[in-house]
């Protein structure tokens, strides 16, 4: 299916015989960059918290959400990445030229307070479960990894952080692992996962509204628009597509595949997190999680101590990714909005605005340990405000890649634009349901 429009045809070249390995490394899914991190940063410790709950309060009964969701979140990612390589700009330097000034304001303002609780909550949820696998303290593990994520972001060049990036996204595979160790009825799974059964409540209506909050997250928009900008300023003689368009064709499937791999990942395993614990927790009637440490410790009784471990590590592993993703965005969206020099691959002294946005975002993680909050909690509730705040967000999106004044040639297709509205419904419904009277 042709989601975006080309205005051009690249240009034929005459090339040398090729090799099957010349034409693996021009096959797009060997150039996975922005939408795999992108993906795997969806299920940071907020998501593991929030599918958790789903898993554990409802059982199977909320596997349907996560095959409803992968078309709707590819759609809006590739919204998003498309946006930064046509213009050559992230989301909010489009947005800020586009709308009145008032729009970018609320966005950046409201990204910036979702992004915060939410990179609080996470290292605090890492540091929790770190001292259950090692028997250090929270507060310290928890400080150790503020720190490197802080370090590795402002003294690592972009382009060689990224490695480290992508190799951590195979920590994913750890919540497939779980299942391996525990009985499933697979009839049941696949019977739930279309025809589920509960009642449709309040208390259902934030679950599945955090679940999409999670999964369809704000801070996901602004960090791959980015992504593509840095990896387009990063190659030689490359530009916005809309200055030159021959590589509009190569470019554009690239970013699909990128794109449609990575969110497919990231929803495959948050559907086994949801089946893991509904198979375990919820079957063995814990229905509520009030830390990190209680999700990944109630799995050993249950499914041994290799389910727990497993379960654990990938807490932390994603949450290595997750925490710098939170923080960038809210940084590029901020400079951008501020008209600040930014970039990952910019020093810091070129950049103290971009980097002063990452340092206080996530030293204000710090904090959370010392109020009386369950991280796991917070987890959850930050993700239902990032369902609420993605709302309005989408349909400006939407609006951005519809305008030819931004696009140029390569504006929005009608399945793409009509995937993105039923998003923007889902997550609109799902929040006003939230609030009606049970």
Known sequence: MTIFKDGAEESERKTAPRTFW?????????????????????????????YSQAGAQFGLNMLWTMPLALPLMAAIQYMCGSIGRVTGRGIAANIKDAFPPIVIRSVVLLLLIANTLNIAADVAAMGEVAELITGFNRHLMTMLF??????LQVFIPYHRYVRFLK??????????????????????????????????????????????????SPYLFFWQASEEVEDMQAGEGTAPLVRDPRAATSELRRIRWDTWSGMAYSDLTAYFIILATAVTLHAAGTTDIDTAAQAASA?????????????????????????????????????????????????????????SVIAISVL???????????????????AVINGIVAVPLMAVIILLVSKRSVMGPFTASRPIILLGWIATAVMGVAAVWMFLPS
């Not at 693996?24 to 922005?34: D, Q, S, T, Y």
């Not at 503020?146 to 370090?151: H, Q, R």
């Not at 994913?172 to 799974?189: E, I, K, R, S």
């Open 22 to 50: 010349t034409r693996f490394k021009e096959h797009p899914l060997a150039r996975v960059g922005p939408g795999l991190i992108t993906g795997v940063a969806d299920d940071d410790p907020s998501g593991i918290a929030t």
């Open 146 to 151: 503020v720190f490197g994520t802080l370090l």
């Open 167 to 216: 190799w951590l996204t195979v920590c994913l595979l750890a919540y497939a692992g779980v299942l391996f160790t525990v009985h499933v009825p697979w009839g049941q799974v696949a019977l739930r996962t279309v025809w589920p059964h509960f009642t449709p409540n309040a208390a259902a209506a934030t679950v599945v509204v955090g679940v999409f909050g999670t999964t369809i």
């Open 299 to 355: 799995l050993r009784p249950l499914a041994g101590d290799f389910a727990f471990i497993l379960f654990a590590v990938g807490i932390i592993g994603v949450g290595l990714i997750g925490v710098p993703v939170l923080a960038g965005s809210g940084a590029y969206a901020m400079s951008e909005a501020m008209g600040w020099k930014f970039g990952l691959e910019r020093k810091a002294t070129d950049a103290r605005g971009f980097y």
């Open 364 to 382: 204000a993680a710090l904090g959370i340990q010392y109020l009386p909050i369950s991280p796991m909690k917070a987890l959850f509730w930050s």
